[in-house]
């Protein structure tokens, strides 16, 4: 068993996949209460029960974002060992995802179920500016809306509990030091098992930036990481109750040459 009960990084294996899962509380000050992530060779959950919560960073809105990741991520200059990304966003033929999961949380808490790349004009960057991309899909979400603004909306299909879903998705895009775009489900999903391609999101942020003046050479970005999680929180959240469950995971990679 691999387990954190304070803001961490930990590496792990499933199914043989090299994974790393982290605790993360990264716009928190201060807290109290009990945050646990443990992964017990069939599933990863997380359980948090917390108060007298504050911003590090209050303009910076989001609290947290309790996750697992397979890759290197950035931000966390991390990757666990035998991980096969980085690769260029050109050589990737295809990367699905299929996952299990169930989000628990309290009514009033502003919060998603959201998985998300980092694409970055090198190799292993430790962060982000212009020229960078930040892609997320959001299956769920409650209180919660995307940084930026809405700028459209697309059809990407997936698969929920075996079942073909034309899912519409709306597409929201911030220029920050970055650029951040954010897929949000318009039917959202709390619980289930999701199967779905996450070159076909790609290919949908890499035409609608063709017209970006920011992001050059989209196809030439390095595609660093997924991770998987929940962001949480608002300047204004003092307390968060909630949870998730992981189950069935697995990736299946189709690269070039």
Known sequence: MVELTAPGTADFRWNDMPLSMELNLWNVERYTGTVVMRFDGERLTFNG??????????????????????????WERHAAEGTKLPLVVSSVESFTVELSFEIDHMPSLPLNFAME????????????????????????????????????????????????????????????????????????VRKGRVRFNVKDFLDVAGEYLSRSTRVKDFDDLYFTVWEIGTEFGSPETKSARFGWTFNNFSIDMEVKG
């Open 49 to 74: 029960d917390v108060e007298d919560l504050s911003a590090r960073e209050p303009e910076r809105y989001i609290l947290g974002y309790p996750e697992f990741y397979y890759g290197y991520k950035p």
């Open 117 to 188: 790349t980092w694409l970055t004009r090198e190799k292993y960057q430790v962060e982000a500016s212009i020229g960078d991309v930040e892609i997320m899909v959001w299956f769920y979400f409650n209180e919660l809306t995307p940084g930026g603004k809405k700028v459209g909306e697309y059809t990407v299909s997936f698969e929920l509990n075996g079942e073909h879903k034309r899912g519409i998705w709306e597409l929201w895009h911030a220029e920050w030091n970055w650029d951040y775009l954010a897929f949000r489900l318009k039917n959202p």
